[in-house]
């Protein structure tokens, strides 16, 4: 979840990732000072990632249910499916910002060599 200018500067602070403050991104890399919300509502694109992750630990989860459970009840998946989405929730939110920006801004090198961006 770096820079995916530099890919060097974090897109997130530090030790946020399982807190209240899991959203909170850096409004520039730190190091070339690319911005991280280029226009508003820039993430709206990221729920779709976000939806795919998701379908993918459904799939995951029921197929690992089916492996150890004789029978698997609807209100067993949801509940199981509920409990590892929203453990994972943090790192599905960070995953799906950061694979969504990597898709329009392409790498231009080391930060020591880019110049750096100013607001």
């Known amino acids: 979840m770096k820079c995916p200018r530099c890919r060097e500067g974090n897109m997130f602070p530090e030790g946020t990732l399982y807190s209240t403050k899991f959203a909170n991104m850096h409004e520039y890399c730190p190091c070339c000072g690319q911005s ?3 226009e508003p ?4 694109g990221a729920m779709y990632v976000s939806f795919g ?14 492996q150890f459970v004789e029978e ?8 199981v499916v509920a ?3 929203i453990g994972f ?4 939110f960070r995953l799906s ?7 329009f801004i392409r790498y231009e090198g080391p930060c ?7 607001h």
Do not use: D, H
């Open 36 to 38: 991280f919300e280029p």
């Open 41 to 44: 509502g820039y993430y709206y």
């Open 53 to 66: 992750f998701n379908v993918a630990i459904f799939l995951v989860t029921l197929a690992i249910l089916y």
């Open 72 to 79: 698997v009840t609807m209100a067993m998946m949801m509940g």
């Open 83 to 85: 409990v590892v989405v």
């Open 89 to 92: 929730l943090p790192i599905i």
């Open 97 to 103: 910002r950061a694979l969504w920006i990597n898709i």
């Open 112 to 118: 020591s060599q880019i110049p750096k961006k100013v």
